[in-house]
T-cell receptor, first 111, second 113 residues
Framework: GIQVEQSPPDLILQEGANSTLRCNFS?????LQWFHQNPWGQLINLFY???GTKQNGRLSATTVATERYSLLYISSSQTTDSGVYFC?????????????FGKGTKLSVIP | ETGVTQTPRHLVMGMTNKKSLKCEQH?????MYWYKQSAKKPLELMFV???????ENNSVPSRFSPECPNSSHLFLHLHTLQPEDSALYLC????????????FGPGTRLTVL
């Protein structure tokens, strides 16, 4: 099956700093989602971005499907950004609809 | 608030108990999913329902039994679980299958004693 690798696994930032999280995947995809999992376990949709670039406030994401990677940018980080960020993809193989998750990047933003 | 609710939020049960997890989606979607998140492991897909028909069963032990009575509700019936089944169980929904965006509920944190 498709492999999803996220880096870095852990990241500690000072409040106000910027960061880039990366997601590499091993096959072509027709769905890529970024999620933020808060300390209570809730997965919050950040972006649905199988290709291209999107922005939402301090967050933006870019997926380069032909090179099989996606980047999540967090600018002017805040302590509420802390949590685990997951990338998840659906293999574009025929009939595939299973979201395969990476292991996540654990972000800690300190005041 | 994602439009997907789950109850209970926390559950502690013994290995001989029978319990059920409930998921409800208010998004008008027609596909629903159960995922399991164990410590130190990526989220794993357990079951998928589309138009109330099961379309995926990822080699899940029979002590987990899903039920989808209509497109808005999904249940996970639990019986004779093992301590290693302790995990966060997440429900999700989407409009159709095949690469459509999935939205997740807040999860049920299950502890099996």
């Amino acid at each position: 099956g498709i492999q999803v690798e996220q880096s870095p696994p852990d990241l500690i930032l000072q409040e106000g700093a910027n960061s880039t999280l990366r997601c590499n995947f091993s096959d072509s995809v027709n769905n890529l989602q970024w999620f933020h999992q808060n300390p209570w376990g809730q997965l919050i949709n950040l972006f649905y971005i199988p290709s291209g670039t999107k922005q939402n406030g301090r967050l933006s994401a870019t997926t380069v499907a032909t090179e099989r990677y996606s980047l999540l940018y967090i600018s002017s980080s805040q302590t509420t950004d802390s949590g685990v960020y997951f990338c998840a993809v659906v293999d574009s193989g025929a009939g595939s609809y299973q979201l395969t998750f990476g292991k996540g990047t654990k972000l800690s933003v300190i005041p | 608030e994602t439009g997907v609710t789950q109850t209970p939020r926390h559950l502690v049960m013994g290995m001989t108990n029978k319990k059920s997890l409930k998921c409800e989606q208010h998004l008008g979607h027609n596909a629903m999913y159960w995922y399991k998140q164990s410590a130190k492991k990526p989220l794993e897909l357990m079951f998928v329902y589309s138009l109330e028909e099961r379309v995926e069963n990822n080699s899940v032990p029979s002590r987990f039994s899903p039920e989808c009575p209509n497109s808005s509700h999904l249940f996970l019936h639990l019986h004779t679980l093992q301590p290693e089944d302790s995990a966060l169980y997440l429900c999700a929904s989407s409009q159709g299958l095949l690469a459509n965006e999935q939205f997740f509920g807040p999860g049920t944190r299950l502890t099996v004693l």
